[in-house]
């Protein structure tokens, strides 16, 4: 069965800190992994995504992520968090027609 | 503008009520697909589609029914809507069933049943 585990439901952070959310798949075929961003009273909004190749992606906004099979991972990281990265952040996995989503993380960038 | 699109955004109703969440697409994608989200369960899958008249269910269908007439529309409804199916619903399309890949997300519609 899939399933996705998303470590923290509330992350906070110093601004220009690292920022660094935690995701864990698990999956019976290889997948497709996913980062979304919701802000207040808006829909997902797609970081960056992880099909085949390059296991390390870059998104938009600075961020990125990286696929490690062995470790069934895929954390999203920032070099230095910014005010406006303040939101929800949902992990997923794709495989054929399912997904299945994690259970967000909120980010708090503190000033 | 690529956009899903859902309506309406906000809706209060009584148990019983039947009601219908529209949901549509301008991006000519094959595959549709209806969440909800509540508090610490993150999003789930309630039906999707993957081209006209093909349609499964997901994690969460139990109250719900879709239909997929038309390519671009994909409305979701709640025959007898009841308290537990208060939640935020999403629409998302995606170009392809089989590889869907990315997912593009309408901006949401909240639901309350009293």
Redesign the interface.
């Given at each position: 069965a899939q399933s996705v585990t998303q470590l923290g439901s509330h992350v906070s952070v110093s601004e220009g800190a690292l920022v660094l959310l935690r995701c864990n798949y698990s999956s019976s075929v290889p997948p497709y992994l996913f980062w979304y961003v919701q802000y207040p009273n808006q829909g997902l909004q797609l970081l960056l995504k992880y099909t085949t190749g390059a296991t390390l992606v870059k998104g938009i906004n600075g961020f990125e992520a990286e696929f490690k099979k062995s470790e069934t991972s895929f954390h999203l990281t920032k070099p230095s968090a910014h005010m406006s990265d303040a939101a929800e952040y949902f992990c997923a996995l794709n495989t054929g027609n399912q997904f299945y989503f994690g259970t967000g993380t909120s980010l708090t960038v503190i000033p | 503008e690529a956009q899903?699109t859902q309506n309406p955004r906000y809706l209060i109703t009584v148990t019983g009520k039947k009601l219908t969440v529209t949901c549509s697409q301008n991006m000519n994608h094959e595959?549709m697909?209806w969440?909800r989200q509540d508090p610490?369960?993150?999003?789930?899958?309630i039906y999707?589609s993957?081209n006209v008249e093909v349609t499964?269910k997901?994690d969460v269908p139990e109250g719900y029914k879709v239909s997929r007439k038309e390519k671009r529309n994909f409305p979701l409804i709640l025959e007898s809507p009841s308290p537990n199916q208060t939640s935020l619903y999403?629409c998302?399309s995606g170009k392809a069933?089989?590889v869907?890949?990315?997912?593009f997300?309408?901006?949401?519609s909240r639901l309350t049943v009293l």
């Open positions: - | 899903v595959y697909s969440y610490g369960l993150g999003l789930r899958q999707y993957m499964d997901g999403f998302a069933a089989g869907v890949g990315e997912l997300f309408g901006e949401g």
